[in-house]
């Protein structure tokens, strides 16, 4: 019964690296989505997946890319790290995105540090 | 002016006492609202949805709807320590193609 789940949970990169955040859920849901939380800043969407084969891009998709790869894996990738992409990053999906009443349910979140 | 509102608190209460924890939205269109519940380094978890206007009850917690004043509220009775944690509102918008949109959270204390 394992929800969502995200690999790594810690991650620690020097700037200029690269790294992809792992996310799949067994939930069956159509809907995935990357957010990043910040102190202060709240939940903020980098990008999401209405459904497989599409994404869009949220509030703060700059630095991001993300791949549908199939229904249930979403990963988001950091091409080249910068510090202030410092954050913790939570993956969460749902059964519908637009117009839905359905909520969505998170992954652990990965914690990732840049120097 | 963000999206959905909240105060960031913190907001102490002494235990057994009502919390409220308050949200605004500006989509006027939205339908539905959710609570969110967030420990200090955990992730969100539902606690409680509300799409129609009036109160819906769940347990010691209560959601509050009232659309055409655009804001939503959570009040928990009989608060416990252990519901200290970070509240968050999030707003299902219906214009455009965007999935939830979420309030800094109010951080909540309740002292025993």
């Known amino acids: 019964n394992a929800g969502v789940t995200q690999t790594p949970k810690f991650q620690v990169l020097k700037t200029g690296q690269s790294m992809t955040l792992q996310c799949a859920q067994d939930m069956n849901h159509n809907s995935m989505y990357w957010y990043r939380q910040d102190p202060g800043m709240g939940l903020r969407l980098i990008y999401y997946?209405?459904?497989?084969?599409?994404?869009d891009k949220g509030e703060v998709p700059n630095g991001y890319n993300v791949s549908r790869l199939n229904k249930r894996e979403f990963s988001l990738r950091l091409e080249s790290a910068a510090p202030s992409q410092t954050s913790v990053y939570f993956c969460a999906s749902s059964g519908q995105a637009f117009g839905s009443n359905q909520p969505q349910h998170f992954g652990d979140g990965t914690r990732l540090s840049i120097l | 002016q963000k999206e959905v509102e909240q105060n960031s608190g913190p907001l102490s209460v002494p235990e057994g006492a009502i919390a409220s924890l308050n949200c605004t939205y500006s989509d006027r269109g939205s339908q539905s609202f959710f609570w969110y519940r967030q420990y200090s380094g955990k992730s969100p978890e539902l606690i409680m949805f509300i799409y129609s206007n009036g109160d819906k009850e769940d347990g010691r917690f209560t959601a509050q709807l009232n659309k055409a004043s655009q804001y939503v509220s959570l009040l928990i009775r009989d608060s416990q320590p252990s519901d200290s944690a970070t509240y968050l509102c999030?707003?299902?918008?219906?214009?455009?193609?965007?999935?939830?949109?979420f309030g800094s959270g109010t951080r909540l204390q309740v002292q025993p």
């Open positions: 999030a707003v299902n918008p219906i214009t455009g193609r965007r999935a939830l949109t």
């Open positions: 997946s209405a459904s497989e084969g599409t994404t």
